[in-house]
């Protein structure tokens, strides 16, 4: 296990798990535009989340060997630049979560294939130049979590082609977490993170309206507060301190913070089994997020 441990940590195992509930989440979309009658088809589920688990996998490997350097300097303490993995080590492992990732979603679709190379080609662009620009970072890293959405999508064709544009929301989110994660070393400013604060409160905005318009009740809403009360607190006490470890907490609850939105997602689709199934991965993403490091 000691061996395996420094590789699960460029993985970032509790980000992996807000990974699969933006899967459940897109799922639970897509079933909205399935045949009335029709029942989850799990063997498809479980294709989806193997295929998110891998690219999300590969994405912060990558991150990590693209950022071996600056590393060294100002997070000694990573796999990477304490020698517990070297760069081509780690280079072998992002390669072959990408290929787990892409033939998995091959296994669903043509369109799931081409949904997770284009996840492929976002990471890699975020890794390698995006996350140096205020303004290209946060919309790339953004793009890499909606098109993640959009896997979950790909369950229905008919839901890409229908709502194709809801996977923009998570973009909006990102570039708020994102907005914020760049104070994190050093702290923060007030102004981007009030900026952030209008981004969430947009979200929130979104899958309220999305809930109405679908399910038009307020239990099918009511899974946005355990959201707002979970990513705000800490964006407030940032916004107040401006001290880099509250800036680290707020980017942890923002990370973490995406399975209750993602919650929210399928109890605005009225999937309430889904919904208590991503409910269920945030004990999971805490457990693994005291284990390994979520930044």
């Known amino acids: 296990m000691a061996g395996l441990k420094p590789y699960l940590q460029l993985m970032r195992p509790a980000n992996i798990v807000t990974a699969i509930s933006d899967v459940c989440a897109g799922t639970a979309i897509a079933l909205l535009f399935v045949p009335e009658g029709s029942t989850l088809d799990w063997p498809v589920l479980v294709a989806l989340i193997i295929a998110t688990i891998g690219l999300y996998g590969g994405g912060v490997v990558f991150n990590d060997v693209f950022d071996a350097d600056l590393d060294a300097r100002e997070r000694p303490e990573r796999p990477i630049p304490s020698g517990k993995v070297s760069v081509g080590g780690a280079t072998k492992l992002a390669m072959a979560l990408f ?14 294939a081409m949904v997770a190379l284009s996840i492929v080609v976002m990471c890699l662009l975020y890794d390698k130049w995006a996350k140096h620009h205020a ?42 977490v994102t907005t914020i994660s760049r104070g994190e070393v050093h702290g923060g400013q007030r102004a981007p993170l009030y900026l952030s604060a209008l981004l969430y409160g947009i979200v929130v905005a979104c899958i309220v309206a999305f809930g109405l318009h679908y399910q038009s009740g307020v239990w099918a809403v009511g899974m946005v507060l355990p959201f707002v009360a979970f990513v705000f607190p800490p964006l407030v006490k940032a916004i107040r301190t401006l001290q880099a470890g509250d800036v680290r907490k707020s980017v942890k609850h923002g990370v973490i913070g995406l399975i209750f939105m993602n919650a929210a997602w399928t109890a605005a689709a009225g999937m309430w089994g889904l919904t208590l199934v991503t409910l269920l991965l945030f004990p999971l993403s805490i457990w693994l997020a005291k284990r390994f490091a979520v930044t």
């Open 99 to 112: 290929l787990i990732g892409v033939v998995a979603a091959g296994v669903v679709g043509v369109v799931a």
């Open 135 to 176: 303004i290209a970072g946060p919309l790339v890293m953004g793009l890499c979590r909606g098109l993640n959405l959009a896997l979950g999508m790909s369950y229905s064709v008919v839901a890409l082609d229908r709502v194709w544009f809801i996977a923009f929301v998570p973009v909006v989110y990102i570039a708020a």
